[in-house]
């Protein structure tokens, strides 16, 4: 999550960062069937809709810059610098959210940590640096498929990977006549937006195709809310439209970041430096985010909820965004710290 000396690239990663913090502010709430419906539901909806790009996001950008640098091709050279960077903070923020859980429990126990140390970590967003550490592993090899396809192969390529945890889907989840499940999802669906970053990056998508895109992006957005309204009640809320491999994520995901491509972001260089700053501390915000979370939603409780659910949400992701951001600036400013993010 670095941030590449590119506007635009620096613009999206931050961007994305806050985009997961708001997804993560509205999932506490949007989550209760007593609210359904109300205008409350409709807005931690929208949010969540805009929220789901973050993570799709963060994949694009690193297909784009890995896939199209040269830094893959040394497969020892390319899994020792990433691993060894990652491993380091990952594990003691594992430890540091685990350790949280015991408090929270009252309860101590090693076997645990080890336990879901070899799952999807300590605390619920970190399945992502799972997620990316498994695209890094497929990284020099899918170097080796860009380098030698072209642009029809690859979107045929693209196209296989999202045909059963996308495609196939979509279509048993809207109609329930027939299952169509003939084989299992041949690559890891998240590739999908390795691949779609690539492109996405290193292509020039004539106009007629960009805006066919942003449509697409429109649609995928009103699309993935309604139909996560649709398919709700008050007895159970349904994210069909918003999961990872959601065919949603991919319209809007895609049309953000060639919207931000092609009409760039022009900044004076001192808030291009800024921006520069802000996008390399994108891993140490998202490390940082759901212990602030945390801490705001405690507090909430004991506070007995005494604004508007409505003004909470927005409260929470506006603080949870600035305060992420000052910590996460501060570990860089620490020597001690700065390993940290």
């Given at each position: 999550?670095?941030?590449?000396?590119?506007?635009?690239?620096?613009?999206?990663?931050?961007?994305?960062?806050?985009?997961?913090?708001?997804l993560?502010?509205v999932?506490?709430?949007i989550?209760?069937t007593e609210?359904?419906?109300?205008?409350t539901?409709w807005?931690?909806?929208?949010i969540n809709?805009f929220?789901?790009?973050?993570?799709?996001?963060f994949?694009?950008l690193?297909?784009?810059?890995?896939?199209?640098?040269s830094?893959?091709?040394?497969?020892r050279?390319f899994?020792k610098?990433?691993?060894?960077?990652?491993?380091?903070?990952f594990?003691?923020?594992d430890a540091?959210?685990?350790?949280e859980g015991c408090?929270?429990?009252g309860?101590w126990s090693?076997?645990?940590f080890?336990?879901q140390?070899v799952?999807?970590?300590?605390k619920?967003?970190?399945?992502?640096?799972y997620?990316i550490?498994?695209?890094?592993?497929?990284?020099?090899?899918?170097?080796?498929?860009?380098?030698?396809?072209?642009?029809?192969?690859?979107?045929?390529?693209?196209?296989?990977?999202l045909?059963?945890p996308?495609?196939?889907?979509l279509?048993?989840?809207?109609q329930?006549?027939?299952?169509?499940?003939?084989?299992?999802?041949?690559?890891?669906?998240?590739?999908?937006?390795?691949?779609?970053?690539?492109?996405l990056?290193?292509?020039d998508?004539?106009?007629?195709?960009?805006?066919?895109?942003?449509?697409?992006?429109i649609?995928?957005?009103?699309?993935?809310?309604?139909?996560?309204y649709?398919y709700?009640?008050?007895?159970?809320?349904?994210f069909?439209?918003?999961e990872?491999?959601s065919?949603?994520q991919y319209m809007t995901?895609?049309?953000?970041?060639?919207?931000?491509?092609e009409?760039?972001?022009r900044l004076?260089?001192?808030?291009?430096?800024?921006?520069?700053?802000?996008a390399?501390?994108?891993?140490?915000i998202?490390?940082?985010?759901?212990?602030?979370?945390?801490?705001?939603v405690?507090?909430?409780?004991?506070?007995?909820?005494?604004l508007?659910?409505?003004w909470?949400?927005?409260?929470?992701?506006?603080?949870?965004c600035?305060?992420?951001?000052?910590?996460?600036?501060?570990?860089?400013?620490?020597?001690?710290?700065?390993?940290?993010?």
């Amino acid at each position: 999550m670095r941030g590449g000396g590119i506007v635009y690239i620096d613009v999206l990663r931050y961007l994305a960062i806050c985009l997961v913090i708001a997804l993560h502010c509205v999932v506490g709430y949007i989550n209760h069937t007593e609210i359904y419906g109300t205008r409350t539901w409709w807005l931690c909806s929208v949010i969540n809709s805009f929220g789901r790009m973050g993570v799709p996001v963060f994949f694009m950008l690193s297909g784009f810059l890995l896939l199209s640098g040269s830094g893959a091709l040394d497969v020892r050279s390319f899994y020792k610098k990433r691993f060894l960077k990652l491993a380091g903070p990952f594990l003691v923020w594992d430890a540091m959210y685990y350790l949280e859980g015991c408090v929270i429990k009252g309860s101590w126990s090693v076997l645990p940590f080890f336990q879901q140390l070899v799952q999807q970590g300590s605390k619920y967003h970190l399945w992502f640096i799972y997620q990316i550490m498994g695209l890094y592993l497929l990284t020099p090899f899918l170097k080796k498929i860009v380098d030698h396809s072209s642009t029809k192969e690859l979107l045929v390529f693209l196209a296989v990977v999202l045909l059963q945890p996308t495609v196939f889907r979509l279509i048993n989840v809207v109609q329930p006549v027939f299952r169509i499940a003939p084989f299992l999802a041949l690559v890891e669906g998240y590739v999908g937006f390795y691949l779609l970053g690539y492109l996405l990056g290193t292509r020039d998508i004539p106009p007629r195709l960009r805006r066919a895109i942003y449509l697409l992006g429109i649609v995928g957005m009103v699309g993935g809310t309604w139909g996560n309204y649709w398919y709700s009640s008050t007895e159970k809320i349904s994210f069909y439209f918003s999961e990872g491999y959601s065919i949603m994520q991919y319209m809007t995901a895609g049309a953000l970041f060639l919207f931000l491509k092609e009409h760039g972001v022009r900044l004076p260089p001192r808030a291009a430096g800024w921006a520069r700053r802000l996008a390399g501390l994108t891993f140490g915000i998202y490390f940082i985010h759901v212990l602030v979370l945390d801490i705001l939603v405690a507090a909430e409780g004991r506070l007995g909820g005494g604004l508007p659910l409505v003004w909470w949400v927005v409260f929470n992701i506006a603080a949870v965004c600035v305060v992420s951001t000052c910590a996460a600036f501060s570990f860089s400013k620490l020597p001690v710290l700065r390993r940290l993010i």
